[in-house]
């Protein structure tokens, strides 16, 4: 039997796991895209990859808007969203209306911690897994998607009653969906994508939280410097520490599961974070140099609320939260000023 996948947010990730899920025989793998939708329509993708070589994922349908992926009356076994997060802007899961069945599961391969809820209470039958991917890939240019290096994700499925109380009737159905993706990436080539349950995979987020959060903020108040600056500068250094150590603190007491052994210890980041010589800057403080709204909330906001809502503070994620607020919103005060 086919699956049919829809991917909302055909960019760079989104498109590199289309174009490995669409290998499989047996499953139709369609695409919306936004800026990329008259390349792709034409020419499909071309993917390039150290791993997995050259070639082209013609998508089975390439929409241009949900509009008219609604129009096709096609029944989505799963729909797939790697948009940026961004609840201070939009909600993001309004996209899907009309998309979704009781049947279909949502996979949300997104930064930060809480992109789940939206989903969960707009489609409240819906199974929804959640996805946490460290593959490099780039859009150079519309249509041509470039997989650099990394291709592993893990998703586990989301179920937000198991962190306080017991489980439900319907957690089985979307482990085994959860489950049923996983092993299509293995079936598409990604050979270390993994399912974890829903508390280690939310611990996987807040370790990543743990990185975004401290460097990511960081950066940007520092004047944009790299990584590799920011962990080779005394100061700054501890700082980082600091705020990894206070996150992932944090993170067992609220999902009540000790951090797995395998994570890297703040500590060991930073080691590796002192060998890159890339170059590189957290995305963070590149949508800030390109004016663009920053994942505050995922990033910051919410971990905030949600360990405060647990009855824990996180005293250096505030202040860099609070201050990068602050510094967007009279940027945007700014901006708007200048349009009239």
Not at 254 to 275: C, D, M, N, V
């Amino acid at each position: 039997m086919s699956s049919e996948i829809l991917i909302v947010g055909a960019g760079a990730i989104g498109a590199f796991y289309a174009s490995r899920l669409a290998q499989i025989a047996s499953t139709r793998v369609s695409v919306i895209c936004r800026s990329n939708y008259s390349a792709v329509k034409a020419n499909g993708f071309k993917v390039s990859s150290p791993q997995y070589g050259d070639y082209t994922f013609t998508p089975s349908h390439t929409f241009a808007n949900p509009a008219e992926a609604r129009d096709s009356r096609v029944q989505w076994d799963y729909i797939v969203v790697s948009t940026k997060a961004l609840p201070d802007v939009s909600d993001d899961s309004e996209i899907l209306d009309g998309l979704v069945n009781d049947s279909t599961a949502i996979v949300l391969i997104q930064n930060g911690l809480g992109v789940e809820a939206p989903y969960a209470r707009r489609f409240p039958k819906a199974s929804i897994c959640s996805a946490v991917t460290i593959a490099s890939c780039a859009q150079p240019s519309h249509g041509h998607i470039t997989h650099n290096r990394w291709t592993r994700i893990n998703s586990g499925p989301y179920l937000p009653h198991l962190d306080t109380g017991n489980s439900q009737s319907t957690d089985d159905r979307v482990t085994a969906q959860n489950n049923a993706f996983i092993r299509m990436l293995k079936e598409g080539g990604i050979k270390d994508a993994e399912a974890y349950d829903h508390a280690k995979l939310q611990l996987v987020r807040w370790h990543k939280i743990a990185i975004n959060a401290s460097m990511n903020p960081s950066s940007v108040l520092a004047g944009g410097v790299s990584n590799y600056e920011m962990s080779n500068d005394s100061e700054l250094a501890l700082h980082l520490k600091g705020v990894m150590e206070e996150v992932l603190d944090v993170a067992p007491k609220i999902l009540g599961k000790p951090l797995p052994k395998e994570f890297a210890s703040p500590e060991a980041i930073l080691r590796s974070t002192q060998k890159n010589t890339s170059g590189s800057k957290p995305s963070m403080a590149l949508d800030w140099e390109q004016g663009k709204t920053m994942e505050l909330e995922v990033i910051l906001g919410n971990p905030i609320r949600i360990a405060r809502e647990r009855g824990f503070d996180l005293p250096r994620l505030q202040a860099l939260y609070a201050l990068l607020r602050m510094a967007q919103q009279t940027r945007q005060k700014a901006q708007s000023k200048s349009k009239i």
